[in-house]
């Protein structure tokens, strides 16, 4: 028998093959060849055209939109997998969907973050590797091992190279929270570009509406970096962008986020927001013409290659970080 060491496969789903392309290209392994389309009812069709028994399988598929298509079609790839029996499956999850329902906010919630851990697990998963969940107690819902990527590493490269030390007075620029629950990944990111931390305290009256109500921290004739984890339909981060300007007098803001999943009006509100240049990483795709010039996108599929080699050789992954 062949360990699962010895073998290495990648397959990718329908959300994003080219994040897949670039990590096959990085391993030097050719993408495993598999159908995953759907019935004329819309049910998921998942057709493995080569062996994986005892074969070390990475599956790479961000549940994004349309989230239930994509996730069910990574159940039924894992499913697909351990029915043939691959020697070892792990979800690489660049964009956990569902990850925002983590909690119970009013009686009677579900919470489907650990619902759909229980079904990953269930489907025959044996690792996930993911970058940036919303809440990093996340991890703790699945009962199989989790490895939790970071996106600021590639945010402190970019921002370090745009306006370098020797160039540019830090003392001048302040990353911003846009939330008091952000309040912790903005203080981690501001001690390694060295710049100052500020906070938007905001009173959200319902789901995907947000009222700014203050600035807590000296931004006045300042450079902010907005900093958060993931940008919806953006309301939050360009009124967090009007309020440093408005309000706290801030020079000019940037803003960079983990996760672009960019519903309904994102694209307007952030063209037509204070914000100079909006940054995300490729961990879900953008749409081929992209109706908004200050968004661009870093690619981390290298990162995920080298945890996967990580992953594959039984070593670390500390030193991505």
Do not use: W
């Not at 073998?7 to 995953?36: D, H, R, W």
């Not at 044996?126 to 703790?140: E, F, K, S």
Request: charged share 20%.
């Amino acid at each position: 028998m062949v360990a699962y060491e010895d073998i290495i496969k990648v397959f990718c789903g329908n959300s994003n093959p080219s994040f897949a392309e670039t990590i096959c290209q990085e391993l030097q392994v050719e993408m495993g060849k598999s159908a995953v389309t759907t019935f004329a009812d819309g049910e998921a069709s998942v057709s493995l055209e080569e062996t994986v028994r005892n074969a070390d399988v990475f599956l790479v598929q961000s549940t994004c939109k349309p989230v239930n298509d994509r996730l069910m079609e990574l159940l039924v790839m894992i499913d697909a997998c351990r029915r043939a029996s691959a020697g070892r499956i792990t979800a690489v999850m660049p964009y956990f969907g569902y990850a925002r329902q983590d909690r119970k906010a009013k009686s009677r919630d579900p919470i489907s973050a650990k619902l759909v851990a229980n079904m990953i697990t269930a489907a025959g998963a044996d690792r996930v590797l993911t970058m940036d969940l919303h809440a990093a107690q996340i991890q703790g819902f699945f009962d199989i091992p989790v490895d939790h990527l970071l996106g600021n590493p590639s945010f402190v490269k970019y921002y370090l190279n745009k306006f370098p030390e020797d160039q540019y007075n830090h003392e001048e620029f302040v990353v911003v929270s846009p939330d008091v629950g952000s309040v912790a990944r903005a203080r981690a990111f501001a001690a390694k570009v060295h710049m100052g931390l500020a906070i938007v305290d905001k009173r959200r009256q319902k789901a995907n509406e947000c009222e700014v109500m203050n600035v807590v921290g000296d931004v006045r004739g300042k450079t902010c970096l907005l900093y958060d984890d993931l940008v919806d339909t953006a309301g939050s981060l360009c009124n967090a962008a009007k309020a440093l300007v408005e309000v706290g007098g801030a020079k000019e803001v940037y803003a960079c986020a983990t996760h672009g999943v960019l519903s309904g009006p994102a694209f307007r509100r952030i063209e037509e927001s204070y914000i100079q240049e909006m940054v995300f990483l490729n961990t879900i795709p953008l749409p081929e013409q992209v109706p908004c010039t200050k968004i661009r996108q870093l690619d981390v599929a290298p990162i995920f290659a080298r945890a996967i080699s990580h992953i594959h050789g039984g070593t670390s992954i500390a030193d991505l970080f």
